[in-house]
């Protein structure tokens, strides 16, 4: 079964409300201006790209495109069309607590302009693929952070130093496969830190590289930003 928390957070149900009031007739504007776009990895960018839609400023419009993005991925990852998806969040949404704006009509008038924003080969299919591809990794990193430290040496009698030890520690935190906030931790010397210099240099020069492919070639980088 669909579990549609997982497309849809409560953070988002503002622009769920939003997207309830927008007239159809803009959506459709929006969907027109979106399929002559080619696939991109960045909301903010296809929105800029598609430029004015009716009435509506550029937050509301990428707003509501996070919420059709989290569906777009929900649709993917679940592998049902877009309909589907779209009934299953009806379904969720109408019982929602905190979302007082819903209008079941008003989704049931949207919903084939939806369908099409939606649809296999669309910018928001595409943007799902892209993700997924991104972040398809048992483990995510989210911050990294080296603590410097110094281990004293005392006297036999615990009243004096007689020298210090200095030490690295190198913090990870990474989401894993199971979606919980994990921290792991490596003692490191002066020459781990050296060689971990030498390959995010190395890393970065391979990066360049890529870019310059990507750039020189037909190919677009769709890495998300």
């Given amino acids: 079964m669909i579990q549609p928390t997982v497309g849809i957070p409560p953070s988002q149900w503002p622009a769920v409300a939003l997207l309830l009031k927008t007239p159809v007739s803009s959506l459709k504007t929006l969907?027109?201006?979106?399929?002559?776009?080619?696939?991109?990895?960045?909301l903010t960018k296809a929105v800029k790209a598609a430029g004015k839609i009716a009435d509506l400023d550029t937050a509301s419009v990428e707003a509501m495109m996070?919420?059709?993005?989290?569906?777009?991925?929900?649709?993917?990852?679940?592998?049902?069309?877009?309909?589907?998806?779209?009934?299953v969040a009806a379904e969720f949404l109408s019982t929602a607590k905190g979302l007082k704006e819903w209008n079941a009509q008003a989704w049931k008038e949207r919903v084939p302009v939806l369908s099409a924003l939606l649809s296999t080969g669309s910018l928001l299919s595409y943007f799902a693929k892209i993700h997924d591809l991104y972040h398809a990794h048992s483990h995510l990193l989210l911050r990294s952070q080296i603590l410097t430290d110094v281990r004293w040496v005392f006297a036999e009698n615990g009243e004096s130093l007689v020298g210090g030890i200095p030490t690295h520690t190198l913090v990870l935190e990474y989401i894993g496969a199971d979606f919980e906030s994990k921290t792991i931790e490596f003692t490191m010397d002066a020459s781990d830190i050296g060689a971990l210099q030498r390959q995010v240099a190395r890393a970065q020069r391979k990066l360049r590289t890529v870019a310059g492919h990507l750039k020189n070639s037909s190919l677009t980088d769709f890495t998300p930003h």
């Fill in 31 to 42: 969907a027109a201006k979106l399929e002559s776009l080619p696939p991109s990895g960045s």
């Fill in 66 to 87: 996070s919420v059709l993005a989290s569906l777009a991925m929900l649709q993917r990852r679940r592998g049902c069309s877009a309909s589907e998806v779209l009934s």
